[in-house]
């Protein structure tokens, strides 16, 4: 049962363009999620979070989008740069539930020259 | 330096022989967890600790075992490792738990024959 799903498993985007990630999940009792970014041979690095009181959360280039009704959440990049090119991980929780975190497959984001 | 370290970086070893997996935080962290990545199936929990002494199961622990006996030190240990074990493995640590951004070792790839 994959609770955090996402459904690209790679995507290329323009340099300069948007770049757009999507998360899917299942759990209604998830209330917290981030986004991380990973480099080859390198662990993951935390790049943005929301809580679900909001429906929207902006750092910088990157603007994450929590559709509650819809169980979906969105990654947005603007604009994309060549160091963007890495693999992205959608992340959930339950907090007062218990302290797992569940990750979803990833989703690897190549930005053309 | 505000890091987690992970050692060793690569490993290969042979069914059944025991082996341990450090970890270790210098960030005073409470919370402490160990994943694996393989192909397909991104990040999966192994176990997690929110304090010393204080460890629980993941959505994979069959055939790990973790102990925290101090705040910063979070050992992986494989006592009969398995082929199926093979696989890339980080160690993350937060602040105070799942609420809040991980921070992830450089990674841990190990291989069973």
């Known amino acids: 049962d994959q609770q955090v799903k996402q459904n690209s498993p790679s995507l290329s985007v323009q340099e300069g363009r948007i770049s757009i990630l999507n998360c899917d999940y299942t759990n209604s009792m998830f209330d917290y999620f981030l986004w991380y970014k990973k480099y080859p041979a390198e662990g993951p690095t935390f790049l943005i979070s929301?809580?679900?009181?909001?429906d929207k959360n902006e750092d910088g280039r990157f603007t994450v989008f929590l559709n509650k009704s819809a169980k979906h959440l969105s990654l947005h990049i603007v604009p994309s740069q060549p160091g963007d090119s890495a693999v992205y991980f959608c992340a959930a929780s339950a907090i007062g539930r218990d302290d797992k975190i569940i990750f979803g497959k990833g989703t690897r984001l190549h930005i053309l020259p | 330096e505000a890091q987690v370290t992970q050692n060793p970086r690569y490993l290969i070893t042979v069914t059944g022989k025991k082996l341990t997996v450090t970890c270790s935080q210098n960030?005073?962290?409470?919370?402490m967890s160990w994943y694996r990545q393989d192909p397909g199936l991104g990040l999966r929990q192994i176990y997690y600790s929110m304090n010393v002494e204080v460890t629980d199961k993941g959505d994979v622990p069959e055939g790990y075992k973790v102990s925290r006996k101090e705040k910063r030190n979070f050992p992986l240990i494989l006592e009969s490792p398995s082929p199926n074990q093979t696989s890339l493995y980080f160690c993350?640590?937060?602040?105070?738990?799942?609420?809040?951004?991980?921070?992830f070792g450089s990674g841990t790839q190990l291989s069973v024959l």
């Open positions: 960030m005073n962290h409470e919370y």
């Open positions: 993350a640590s937060s602040f105070e738990g799942i609420n809040e951004k991980l921070f």
């Open positions: 929301i809580s679900s009181i909001k």
